[in-house]
């Protein structure tokens, strides 16, 4: 062969290499981007296949008052809801939300079917699980959070995980019962770790693009391990379903009401008869205090552990067993660790002087979760208000500070889908007066008022809020 066309050939098969080998290179590479892909996908499978035999569906089951136009011969009518539920213990002790089944005559948990149930797997579509009845053990409405107890044992269970932990970004699952679907998974991000909805409250929420919906409430939202970091609570939304904004109660906070609930029967919160403020710039530069942030005491009740250890209204507080304070919520939060009858010790700043107070916690008074056990169903709704309320009877009154008035209504609870009222609307211990001036001395009262009215009437209410007279006025929906 002539040393031409060995030559030729030899600059095609360059020729070939330096085209060929891009193609090459990038067939490699996508079949490595493909297989990273499958390996991310296969993971998730299998934590969604080991967690989802945890999840159940809860269903509450009670009454509604009727509207004339709906029934004129009924009263009431029976009514199911559904929403979501985590068992966190083999003995069937199961974490769901409380607006879940609150008030509800009696309470229903579906449980899913396990594999082994379904041996053959005939068809992609696995039977129903076992309907149990399940008894409530405690409910807080504080944070929204319920335990339920169903009669079964080695049922497979979620651990609660360190919510201390969560950072923005990270990837999460939410479980439940979206729109009554049984078992549903989604995924998403961790928005933001730590979400207050009003300024100051105690409660603090993580904050997930994980679609979450109704019937949603109570299932977990757990990390990439498959712990529970979360329950689903609620969502934010203009149109009813959702839009990239939900919310769940961190792990910590459920692990300490679910801990005390299943050793009390509800959640006992410590109280040292001072309230307490955020600082901000404006509140600082107003009230000369020392400091621009951190947390100060803003009212300090007569005679109440806190004045006898003689902390006064304007003292900032440093520290709380030698944790420092940066906010409101955080010193309430932490005043609920310690037991009854425990002593804290509060460091401060009086002017520019430090000082130290030793108080005993006592248990806070007042609390309208002592009432929720009382509301039996839909006799206690007033689904106009978007409340469940009880009566004053004699009981009641000797466990509530003295009263303005002797007459009117408790408020216990706010139902999920109460309207919408600006500037917040009725809240758990509201005792409610009058409505648009007629007296309301019982429930009845209260549904005969609201009866004369239509959708787009004005409705003012007058109620009692610890200790003040204030009114709450707004448009039926």
């Not at 499978?45 to 709906?70: C, F, H, M, N, W």
């Not at 949603?216 to 203009?238: C, E, F, K, M, Y």
Request: hydrophobic fraction near 40%.
């Amino acid at each position: 062969m002539s040393s031409k066309g060995r030559s030729g050939r030899l600059a095609v098969a360059v020729c070939l290499i330096l085209v060929l080998s891009p193609a090459s290179a990038q067939s490699t590479e996508q079949r490595r981007e493909q297989s990273q892909l499958e390996q991310i996908s296969t993971a998730f499978q299998a934590l969604a296949k080991r967690v989802s035999p945890t999840v159940v569906k809860v269903l509450a089951i009670g009454y509604r008052p009727l509207d004339d136009e709906e029934d004129p011969n009924s009263l009431t009518t029976r009514q199911q809801s559904s929403g979501s539920g985590v068992i966190v213990d083999p003995n069937g002790y199961i974490i769901t939300n409380a607006h879940v089944i609150l008030g509800a005559e009696r309470v229903q948990v579906l449980l899913p079917a396990m594999d082994e149930e379904n041996p053959k797997k005939g068809s992609i579509i696995r039977p129903q699980g076992r309907r149990l009845r399940a008894d409530i053990v405690g409910i807080d409405l504080e944070t929204d959070l319920a335990v339920l107890k169903v009669p079964a044992k080695n049922l497979p269970a979620l651990e609660l995980g360190d919510s201390e932990t969560v950072e923005q970004g990270q990837l999460v699952l939410a479980l439940g019962s979206p729109l009554g679907l049984e078992n549903s998974v989604s995924m998403g991000v961790v928005s933001a770790k730590a979400r207050q909805l009003r300024a100051d409250d105690t409660m603090i929420y993580i904050q997930t693009d994980a679609p979450i919906n109704p019937g949603s409430s109570g299932g977990p939202l757990i990390d990439t391990q498959g712990r529970v970091i979360g329950i689903n609570t609620l969502l934010l939304t203009q149109s009813g379903v959702n839009e990239g904004i939900g919310f769940a109660a961190p792990s910590n906070i459920v692990r300490t009401v679910y801990e005390q609930i299943r050793r009390n029967g509800r959640v006992i919160r410590g109280d040292i008869g001072a309230d307490a403020q955020t600082i901000d710039p404006t509140l600082a530069k107003g009230w000369k205090l020392a400091r621009d942030s951190g947390v100060v005491i803003s009212d300090v009740e007569p005679e109440g552990p806190a004045a006898t250890a003689g902390l006064r209204v304007g003292d900032i507080i440093l520290t709380l067993n030698g944790k420092p304070m940066e906010n409101a919520r955080q010193f309430a939060v932490n005043l609920y660790r310690p037991k009854i009858g425990e002593t804290v010790r509060l460091e401060v700043l009086r002017g520019q002087q430090k000082l130290t107070f030793n108080v005993p916690v006592a248990e806070k008074l007042n609390d309208p979760e002592r009432f929720a056990a009382l509301v039996t169903g839909g006799e206690n709704l007033v689904p106009q208000l978007g409340i469940l309320v009880v009566e004053l009877t004699p009981r009641i009154l000797e466990r509530l500070t003295p009263l303005r008035k002797g007459l009117g209504v408790l408020v216990v609870a706010r139902t999920a889908d109460a309207p919408v009222i600006e500037g917040g609307g009725f809240r758990a211990g509201d005792i409610i007066y009058a409505i648009n001036r007629e007296v309301v001395a019982s429930l009845a009262d209260v549904r005969l008022i609201l009866s004369r009215y239509k959708s787009g009437d004005a409705i003012a209410v007058q109620l009692e809020r610890n200790g003040k007279l204030m009114f709450v006025s707004f448009e039926l929906p």
